[in-house]
């Protein structure tokens, strides 16, 4: 019974260490969005903002092309038409972050 107990509880404890991770780089990438993007998105990133589109839920790939090229991925169709954002490739490390905000 004993092991049983143990094994389970490695496997709650292993669950409980991602999920964390999860929550730590969420809460990165949410100082860096309120930080960086909030001036033309939302506050909160479902909804529009002033001059940028809703970004919840926005792709690694779309963050990855959009902040660092200020394009598009390939097959990507714009939410809107506008070509305001510029790249800011000093947020590249940030990215990952972003997105586990992004996703939440």
Known sequence: MRPALAALAALVLAGCGAGAGDDAAAARGRTVYLAQCTACHATDPAQPGPVGPPV?????????????HAS????????????VMQAMPQL?????????YLAK
Request: hydrophobic content about 40%; charged content about 20%; overall charge positive.
């Open 72 to 83: 598009y991925p390939p097959g990507y169709t714009p939410k809107r038409t506008s070509a």
């Open 56 to 68: 919840k839920g926005a792709s690694r790939a779309l963050l990855e092309a959009r902040i660092l």
């Open 92 to 100: 590249a490390s940030s990215i990952p972050d972003l997105a586990a």
